[in-house]
């Protein structure tokens, strides 16, 4: 199995609906992380958590919510999908301290039409 | 906000050339990670550069962490097709010690 498992894979679905997207992960590491990846843009940070009760906003979490159901579990909702939230979407884990390097899932491409 | 650019964007080489990938920034980074990202996956980190200074090679591939630790290359020698994929940067640095991502560089190597 995969250290950091997303779900699911791919997804279309339609403006205005309400989507969640999974991510578990076995490494018993502390922080998650949410981020979306768009072409030329690289890797934005959606939301992160270093701990169960931790959850903070990142620099694009404007329609977006998460929740942080157990270490090893932490979600990411959009609440009303729109067309500009087309995107890749990785779910990261981290131990303490950024000079570990984060550990990736492979991804939800995520489709709104 | 602290930005990391990476030059060039694209690359494509042959087979056995030298390249190099540089990630710039005006800021200064506690440390900074270079990742490998092949289509549908997620990143995989490569290395991690803490010193400024600091030089790490992995097999071909040599990584350099500038004296201010404010930029840093990566050179890969006699590139193969395996090297295909999204090279990105990530910066560390600041109170809330979590990554910033450069906008990638894609390699492309050919036979």
């Known amino acids: 199995d995969a250290d950091v498992t997303q779900t699911p894979r791919n997804r279309i679905t339609k403006t205005g609906k309400r989507i969640m997207l999974e991510c578990s992960q076995t490494?018993?590491?502390?922080?998650m992380y949410w981020y979306r990846q768009d072409p030329g843009l690289g890797l934005r940070l959606i939301y992160y958590?270093?701990?169960?009760?931790?959850?903070n906003k990142g620099e694009i979490s404007d329609g977006y919510s998460v929740s942080r159901q157990a270490q090893a579990k932490f979600s990411l909702s959009l609440e009303s999908a729109i067309p500009n939230q087309t995107a890749l979407y990785f779910c990261?884990?981290?131990?303490?301290?950024?000079?570990?390097?984060?550990?990736f899932g492979s991804g939800t491409r995520l489709t709104i039409v | 906000t602290q930005l990391l650019e990476q030059s060039p964007q694209f690359l494509s080489i042959q087979e056995g050339e030298n390249l190099t990938v540089y990630c710039n920034s005006s800021?200064?980074?506690?440390?900074l990670q270079w990742y490998r990202q092949e289509p549908g996956e997620g990143p995989v980190l490569l290395v991690t550069v803490v010193t400024g200074g600091e030089v790490k090679k992995l097999k071909r591939l040599t990584f350099q962490f500038g004296d201010a630790r404010k930029d840093s290359s990566l050179h890969i020698t006699a590139a193969q097709p395996g090297d295909t994929g999204l090279y990105l940067c990530?910066?560390?640095?600041?109170?809330?010690?979590?990554?910033?991502f450069g906008t990638g560089t894609r390699l492309q190597v050919t036979l």
């Open positions: 990530a910066g560390a640095g600041g109170t809330a010690s979590k990554l910033t």
């Open positions: 490494k018993g590491h502390d922080r």
């Open positions: 800021s200064v980074f506690s440390s």
């Open positions: 958590s270093f701990d169960v009760k931790d959850i």
């Open positions: 990261a884990t981290s131990d303490s301290g950024t000079d570990y390097g984060y550990t």
